[in-house]
């Protein structure tokens, strides 16, 4: 169980890292900030460039933390609430990927949930500075939770922004809206 849970969390990391930089940096295909800010700013994330900025960097941080195995709750809850997220602005398109669908995101934060419940593992940083208690259910609850909690304030803000665009939309078009 020690060595699949570290293999695990480098294998997560390391596809964290990949989609955090293809944000950041246009690595591995990725359109850099200017192309996934227009992608943001389609989804309804205002302004597009600084929300794209901001996810790559939470999720540098949260591929960090599970690398690692440092701080584990708080790295899972990261990369729960940022999935969420992508999972909300994807699922309009279905589940699957190859349409655009929010499997990956979805799968990302599944794993994370996991091991926020089940922990690092002794191969971890958190074992080495006896910060192993940092797993077990109320732990993985509480990085659910949090998760999930501050996936909230960018989907709220993401609806008060399609929502106007909807409202200028039927004006445009001599609708009410209603």
């Not at 943001?40 to 205002?46: C, K, S, T, V, Y």
């Not at 690092?120 to 208690?133: F, I, Q, T, V, Y």
């Not at 797993?135 to 999930?148: I, Q, R, V």
Request: glycine fraction near 18%; charged fraction near 10%.
């Amino acid at each position: 169980m020690s060595v699949g849970l570290l293999l695990l969390r480098v294998l997560l990391a390391a596809l964290l890292f990949g989609h955090a930089t293809q944000k950041l940096r246009g690595w591995f295909g990725g359109a850099g900030l200017a192309g996934t800010g227009a992608v943001f700013e389609q989804w309804g994330f205002a302004p597009g460039a600084r929300m794209a900025l901001a996810a790559g960097l939470v999720e540098l941080a949260g591929a960090v933390s599970i690398a690692a195995g440092l701080l584990t709750p708080g790295g899972c809850a990261i990369v729960i609430g940022t999935m969420a997220v992508a999972t909300v602005a994807t699922a309009g398109n279905g589940f699957w990927a190859q349409r655009g669908g929010c499997e990956v995101p979805f799968w990302y934060g599944a794993v994370a949930a996991v091991l926020g419940f089940t922990g690092p593992g002794p191969w971890s940083l958190d074992a080495a500075l006896g910060m192993d208690r940092l797993s077990g259910y109320a732990w993985g609850a509480a990085a659910l939770a949090l998760g999930l909690l501050a996936s909230a304030v960018p989907l709220a803000s993401r609806t008060r922004t399609l929502r106007a665009r909807r409202a200028a939309t039927a004006q445009g078009d001599g609708r009410t809206g209603i």
